[in-house]
């Protein structure tokens, strides 16, 4: 197993002090210099640059708007050392090979190490390598043909640094001007925010309606199955409430039950293609639980290369890519390792993907490097998040090339009076690809149901009224919004997990029960952007943007001519907005009339990370804040705000209050929404069901979108604020 990768651990791949140092190779990652240095012979040494040594200062906007927007570069700071010491090393050996990934940034990272090299030492050999995988053929491969820096791709990443340092610096003042000081605003990061909020809205603006489904328990012989009305009186039926379900159930009590059609279909289902970055990223997501930048962590950190027994290798291909093409020599490996393994599941031709519309194809598919590598060998030699990780990976390349699974379904409906219910099941007759998989493998369906046959008649034994209420659009989880961004055409596979930390980062959205939710800031943020540079955060703008960066980088397009015709008429925007926007830093200190209990001084209004809240005007000699009212108390005559509480006890968790406790005794263990009950008047809550969020009325005296479940959990949550004697501010 993976003999070429433990065959390469031996003594000639080290490198001694006593031998001569001819070729400097130098990587990005001191993870993967560590790799290749063990697959090169003698003469060789790996250096690693760890990212970028050369790029734009932080502290101002460095490019020269009068001077076709050239950038001003400087060496980072901190990384002084490393290119002196690299440029050092260069002159010792003589010649060097750029290794660094095979990306713009890459490309970026060598044309720039190779500018500072030439600068000093003009006499050094410097040459560019590239490869997609970290193994010992590919390394050699790359070493036996190199080539030069490709200044289209150079160009590409000049052009997006350029375009994405315009827009930050010139949108972010604005933002420190109109509303707060230290926010920020850029190019992608700015449209994947309107797409959280937009959906927000679409999720707040919507009242579910409550609906009832009707199922039957039925028996035939001894066993007892599930079966659900699916058709009365010739329509699909539609029970707004119990009592509409209830009726029919009146109707069918005496009626008697019985089969009147059996369908059987066999279905033929296909492997999905190999992963690209994106794919990875929602599976992760779905299947592991990972954000998509500690995917993206996860993943680095396989490619660079693992320890395993007394070999280092990388154990994936590159993960940044958005293909799903596979090289034949993967092919021909995953074939020999399924003929062996699955024999009965190998096609008798190799399965080829075909690329997205807007995929690059500059890399291959995210595969293993050696496909005999299989998780179970690999257990005791990976982390359990690198171990889940490699798992998918595994599973789903090997899966790509075996035979499509062989399901039947079947379905069978039965009669009562003018009722028709329906169940059935589905089961696995060839596995196929299936037999690759573990982590990956579908929900097996449990359901049986015993053997029934066109006129069997059946037992009822009990009707089962379910009451449902329908679901609006769900809120983006990191799957989904990566998913989104890549459909919409904003960003590429590098930029997908950074473009969502940053989202993090800045405290515009937060996590709730996996979900993406926008934060106060983050929505005011996005109104002001969106409604003052509407073209700017267009999602269309930005995806023709996407693809003129990509057609610099194929040498269809000139970056200065890109960067030109997006930048003048957006600085006059710029100008605009700033001399006529009005400042919202006034609402954000507003009085309240309230004053501080603790030392007399007016309260004000103000928006921190998490949203507003109110504060004294003392701070920083009084830290004294409260929440600001979510909601007037709806309890009638009342008269009270409600407000966001922490209970006493141990987990301290948050739930929703009156000012007026303990007169006023309302309480809901739900944040409160700004939409009203229809047939109350009281606030919707929203509680997480399924992992999903629906609205329900807690009013326990009204029937309207009545959820039992919420309002038992407000009498629990009742029953624990007073055994712990009330709340704390």
């Known amino acids: 197993m993976g003999k070429s990768a433990k065959g390469s651990s031996n003594k000639k791949g080290t490198n001694k002090k006593n031998k001569k140092i001819n070729t400097l190779l130098i990587v990005e990652s001191p993870a993967k210099a560590s790799t290749i240095e063990k697959y090169l012979g003698p003469g060789y040494k790996v250096e690693a640059s760890k990212g970028h040594l050369i790029d734009l200062p932080k502290s101002r906007l460095a490019v020269d708007i009068n001077n076709s927007f050239e950038p001003e570069y400087i060496t980072v700071r901190g990384k002084a050392e490393i290119l002196r010491n690299l440029i050092k090393q260069a002159k010792e050996a003589g010649h060097v090979m750029l290794a660094s990934d095979n990306d713009r940034e890459g490309e970026a990272i060598s044309f720039h190490i190779k500018n500072a090299i030439e600068k000093k030492y003009p006499d050094v050999k410097i040459e560019r390598i590239v490869f997609n995988e970290i193994t010992p053929s590919a390394i050699r491969a790359a070493v036996e043909n190199p080539g030069d820096i490709d200044e289209n791709k150079v160009d590409a990443q000049k052009s997006r640094r350029v375009l994405d340092r315009l827009v930050g610096y010139n949108l972010s003042p604005i933002l420190w001007k109109k509303v707060k000081n230290g926010l920020s605003a850029g190019r992608v990061q700015s449209v994947a925010l309107r797409l959280i909020c937009e959906r927000e809205k679409e999720v707040e603006s919507f009242v579910p309606e409550e609906y009832w489904s009707l199922d039957v328990i039925l028996r035939k012989d001894k066993k007892r199955f599930n079966a659900v009305l699916v058709n009365y009186k010739d329509k699909k039926p539609d029970f707004k409430t119990k009592a509409d379900a209830d009726a029919v159930i009146e109707q069918l009590r005496d009626k008697s039950f019985t089969v009147i059609s059996v369908r059987e279909v066999l279905k033929q289902n296909k492997p999905k293609p190999p992963f690209t970055t994106s794919q990875l990223q929602q599976v992760a997501a779905n299947r592991l639980g990972y954000n998509a930048r500690k995917t993206m962590q996860i993943a680095q950190r396989l490619y660079e290369g693992v320890s395993v027994g007394s070999t280092r290798v990388g154990l994936i291909t590159y993960m940044r890519t958005d293909s799903t093409r596979i090289s034949e020599t993967a092919i021909s490996a995953v074939r020999d390792f399924i003929g062996k393994t699955y024999p009965d599941a190998l096609p008798e031709k190799p399965r080829y993907y075909s690329k997205g519309g807007n995929a690059q194809d500059a ?22 998040d690198e171990h889940r990780l490699y798992s998918i990976i595994w599973e789903r390349f090997v899966a790509s090339q075996m035979n499509n699974s062989s399901v039947k379904t079947v379905s069978v409906d039965i009669g009562a009076g003018e009722a028709v219910f329906r169940t059935g099941f589905s089961e696995v007759v060839d596995k196929g690809f299936l037999a690759a998989l573990s982590l990956l493998k579908p929900a097996d369906e449990k359901k049986s149901i015993p053997v029934l046959n066109e006129g069997d008649s059946l037992k009822l034994e009990e009707f089962i009224p379910e009451q449902h209420f329908t679901s609006g659009p769900s809120r983006y989880t990191d799957a989904t919004i990566v998913k989104a961004m890549e459909e919409l055409g904003i960003g590429r596979p590098s930029t997908y997990a950074p473009t969502i930390s940053v989202l993090f980062d800045r405290f515009y959205v937060q996590r709730k029960n996996k979900q993406i939710v926008p934060t106060a800031l983050g929505k005011m943020v996005n109104d ?78 103000k928006i921190g990370r998490y949203g507003y809240f109110i504060a004294c005007t003392g701070f920083p000699e009084c830290r004294y804040t409260m929440p600001i009212p979510v909601a007037d108390c709806p309890v009638d005559g009342c008269g009270g705000k409600i407000v966001e509480r922490k209970s006493r006890g141990k987990r301290g968790r948050t739930f929703y209050g009156c000012t007026n406790y303990p007169d006023c005794t309302f309480l809901s263990p739900y944040p409160l929404t700004d939409v009203r009950c229809p047939t109350c008047g009281w606030p919707l809550v929203e509680k997480s069901q399924k992992g999903d969020s629906v609205k329900v009325c807690i009013n326990p005296d009204c029937d309207y979108l009545h959820d039992g479940d919420a309002v038992s959990s407000v009498s629990a949550l009742k029953h624990e604020v007073s055994a712990e004697g009330g709340d704390e501010e």
């Open 528 to 605: 002001i952007l969106v409604s003052s540079f509407p073209d700017v955060l267009d999602v269309d703008f930005t995806a023709r943007m996407e693809s003129r960066l990509d057609m610099v980088e194929s040498g269809e397009e000139k970056w200065v001519d890109m960067i030109s015709d997006f930048f003048f008429p957006f600085k006059e925007k710029v100008e605009h907005v700033m001399e006529h926007l009005e400042s919202v830093k006034v609402s954000m200190d507003e009085e309240t009339g309230e004053v501080c209990p603790k030392c007399g001084r007016p309260m004000v209004k």
């Open 363 to 384: 890399h291959e598919a995210i595969r293993p490097t050696f496909v005999e590598y299989t998780p179970d060998y690999l257990k005791n030699y990976l982390s359990r």
